[in-house]
C-alpha cells in the first residue's frame, strides 16, 4: 500500500514524536503537534545512556539503534559518544558470572576492572568484579530530541508547540484528523506518542495497559575530572545507573517507581535516592564522593510503563483504521527510538522494517487494565516498585 504524499499527523514531539517524523516526512505531509514545547515532558529528563546491548531486546533492535545513532553523529547538534558500561556484580553473586557472562558481556574481576579502567573506581571493596558492555554509549538527550526536530523539518515536516490535541476525529471506523484546541485538522494517519497520556486521550477508542513512572536523576561535579576511560555503569542491586557527562560530570539515576499522581508530583528528587546517592553511589568512582551535587531532577510529567517492560507501537486491530499508537516506552524511549520511528513508518507504508515487531503488538496483552505490578529492568526478583 503506498501513502506516499498522505498526511501524518503526530501528536506529541517528544523523541518518539519526533523519530517519527524524522522517518516519515521525506515523502510524507508530516505535521508534528506538542501541548508544551519541543521534548518539553518526559524526553528532554532522560539521562541519554544508549545500553541497547544489556536490555532484553532482539539483536535486530539494538543493531539497527545504534547504527542510526552512529550515523546520526555530527549532524545538528548531536554526539553519540561511545563508551563501554560495567554491571557491578556484588561479591556474593560472582559465582554466577565466571563461567558465562550474560547477553555478550565479558566478566572480570575487581582487579581486572581497576587495570581495564585506570583512575575510575573508587572503593569497590563490596564487588567481586563487573560485567563489561561494549556497543553502549551516551548522548545528551535535548540536543538528540533538537537533532531530530531540524532533520524532520529539513525533510518537511511542520512542528507546532503549545497546540494541544483534544480528541481523534474518527468517520467510518476511519481515522479523518484530529481536533485540537484551535480547530480541526485533517490527516489520513494519526500517530499518538504521548507518553502514559495516550491511555487516557485514546480511551473511547482502545484500552492501552499504561502507567506513569518516574525516575530520580542527579548530577555530581566530581572533586577531579574523572578520565576519559571511566565506563558507564549500573548497580543493580541499588538499580542506579551513571554515565559521565560532556562537562565531565557523573549523572547518576535510577530509582524508577509507578507514580499515582503526576500531577501532584514536586519536581525534585526524592530526599531518600539524593542520601543513597551520596552514601552509597558516590563512593563506587574516583573522586565522586567529594564532589557536589549540581542538578537534581525527576519526571513529574512521568514516562509510561507497560506490564511486560516493553513498549507498544501498533496500529492497533480494534482501533479505527490510520491510527498508530507509541506509548509503554518504560524508561527505554530514548535508546528505542530509532526503531520506534521506523516501526511505526512500516505501520503507515506497510514497508517491512529491518526487525521484528510482534513484540510490540498490543494484542499481546490479553488483560488491558491500568492496574498492573511495576516489572522492573533490573532483573528477576526485583519486580517491585520502589516507594
Ligand atoms: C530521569 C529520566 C531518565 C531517563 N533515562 C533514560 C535513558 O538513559 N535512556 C533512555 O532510553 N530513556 C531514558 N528515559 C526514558 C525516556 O525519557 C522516555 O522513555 C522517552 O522520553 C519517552 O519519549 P516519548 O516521546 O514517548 O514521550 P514524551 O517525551 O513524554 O513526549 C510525549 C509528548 O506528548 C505531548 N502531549 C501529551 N498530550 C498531548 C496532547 N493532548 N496534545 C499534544 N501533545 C501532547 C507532551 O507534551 C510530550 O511532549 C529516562 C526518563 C527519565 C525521566
Not at 38 to 47: E, F, M, N
Not at 195 to 203: F, H, I, M, P, V
Not at 243 to 262: C, F, Q
Not at 351 to 379: I, K, V
Request: hydrophobic share 40%.
Amino acid at each position: 500500500m503506498s501513502t506516499v504524499n498522505d498526511r501524518v499527523v503526530v501528536v506529541g514531539a517528544g523523541v518518539s514524536g519526533l523519530a517519527v517524523a524524522r522517518e516519515l516526512a521525506p515523502d510524507h505531509d508530516v505535521i508534528v503537534l506538542d501541548k508544551g514545547g519541543v521534548a518539553a515532558d518526559t524526553s528532554s529528563r532522560a539521562s541519554g545512556m544508549i545500553s541497547l546491548s544489556l536490555e532484553p531486546f532482539p539483536d535486530e533492535w539494538a543493531s539497527f539503534a545504534l547504527s542510526q545513532f552512529r550515523d546520526l553523529d555530527g549532524q545538528g547538534i548531536f554526539s553519540f559518544t561511545e563508551r563501554e558500561t560495567v554491571r557491578l556484580v556484588p561479591e556474593a553473586n560472582v559465582d554466577l558470572y565466571t563461567d558465562q557472562a550474560p547477553d555478550g558481556g565479558e566478566f572480570l574481576t575487581r582487579s581486572e576492572l581497576e587495570r581495564r579502567f585506570p583512575d575510575s573506581f573508587g572503593d569497590l571493596s563490596a564487588y567481586g568484579g563487573g560485567l563489561v558492555y561494549d556497543g553502549t554509549g551516551s548522548l545528551d538527550a535535548l540536543d538528540y530530541a533538537m537533532t531530530l526536530k531540524w532533520a524532520a523539518e529539513q525533510a518537511g515536516a511542520a512542528i507546532f508547540r503549545d497546540h494541544e490535541v483534544t480528541d481523534l476525529r474518527v468517520e467510518g471506523g476511519t481515522v479523518t484528523g484530529v481536533e485540537t484546541e484551535y480547530g480541526c485538522l485533517d490527516a489520513d494517519h494519526v500517530v499518538y506518542a504521548t507518553g502514559w497520556k495516550t491511555r487516557d486521550l485514546l480511551a473511547e477508542y482502545v484500552d492501552i495497559p499504561a502507567r506513569p513512572l518516574r525516575w530520580n536523576a542527579v548530577v555530581i561535579e566530581p572533586d577531579e575530572p574523572l578520565p576519559a576511560v571511566c565506563p558507564m555503569g549500573s548497580e543493580p542491586t541499588l538499580r542506579v545507573y551513571w554515565r559521565l557527562t560532556d562537562r565531565g560530570n557523573v549523572l547518576v539515576g535510577g530509582n524508577e517507581h509507578l507514580l499515582s499522581d503526576p500531577d501532584g508530583t514536586p519536581m525534585g528528587v526524592q530526599p531518600s535516592f539524593r542520601e543513597r546517592v551520596v552514601e552509597d553511589v558516590a563512593p563506587l568512582l574516583s573522586g565522586v564522593a567529594a564532589g557536589r551535587i549540581r542538578r537534581e531532577d525527576c519526571c513529574p510529567t512521568a514516562d509510561c510503563a507497560s506490564p511486560d517492560g516493553l513498549p507498544v507501537i501498533d496500529a492497533p486491530t480494534e482501533g479505527p483504521e490510520g491510527l498508530v499508537i507509541v506509548t509503554g516506552l518504560h524508561g527505554r524511549g530514548v535508546m528505542l527510538s530509532p526503531v520506534t520511528g521506523r516501526a511505526v513508518r512500516s505501520l503507515v507504508t506497510s514497508e517491512t522494517p529491518p526487525f521484528p515487531m510482534a513484540q510490540f503488538r498490543l494484542d499481546r496483552f490479553e488483560d488491558r487494565s491500568a492496574d498492573f505490578d511495576y516489572r522492573s529492568h533490573w532483573g528477576p526478583g526485583d519486580d517491585s516498585a520502589v516507594p
